[in-house]
């Protein structure tokens, strides 16, 4: 294809790095889309993570190209992802096992999962060791998760419950809130569940 054809579909450089970077995003996201959720969350959020490290080492180039900073315009097909790891969430913490709220843990878990992916693939010879991706999975999901089997502080427990409702609220039928009672009582249980959020 010659340079006029492509001008002709894409504006300019920005634009055809932005359409090559959503068809990456696109394969990606068909693995994910094609998952389907078990009984255990936590066993899908695992599953996410470790899909997300394989995908990265299997397409460097591309992975690479996804999170260059020469882009302008963020892919829409990354929301998606986002979208598709928050519902994982949401699941955990309508179980009352999200110790932070589902947005909070969503960028948690992507950024790291991002930057053990880059590092691995920029700097071999520094992290030569891809067992490196589980090991910050874990450590990422114990500062998110609640430990059942661990004693709960009770300022955990209070972030956990209000979590917990918050996740619940929208599944709430009938609506015993109107819209703006709702959106009151999520800003208070915002409140409590992340307390160090500024005011």
Known sequence: ?????????????????????DHVWDQYLETKRAAAASEDPLQDL?????????????????YKLMFSPALRAKPEAAEEAMRILRGVL????????LRV????????????????ALAL?????QYPDA????????????AILLDPTADTSAGDARQAAATTLIAS??????EPFNSA???????WLTQIAEPDRPR
């Open 1 to 21: 294809m010659q340079q006029p054809v492509l001008y002709r579909f894409f504006a300019d450089k920005d634009g055809l790095l932005a359409a090559t970077v």
């Open 46 to 62: 695992r599953a996410g993570w470790d899909s997300h490290t394989a995908f990265a080492l299997a397409h460097p180039n591309a």
């Open 90 to 97: 949401e699941r955990l913490a309508a179980q009352g096992r």
């Open 101 to 116: 709220t589902p947005e909070v843990a969503a960028r948690m878990v992507m950024s790291a999962n991002t930057g053990v």
């Open 121 to 125: 693939l920029t700097h071999p010879a």
């Open 131 to 142: 067992s490196l991706s589980p090991l910050v999975r874990d450590a990422i999901h114990r």
């Open 169 to 174: 609220l929208d599944l709430l039928t009938p």
């Open 181 to 187: 009672e709702a959106g009151l009582l999520k800003h």
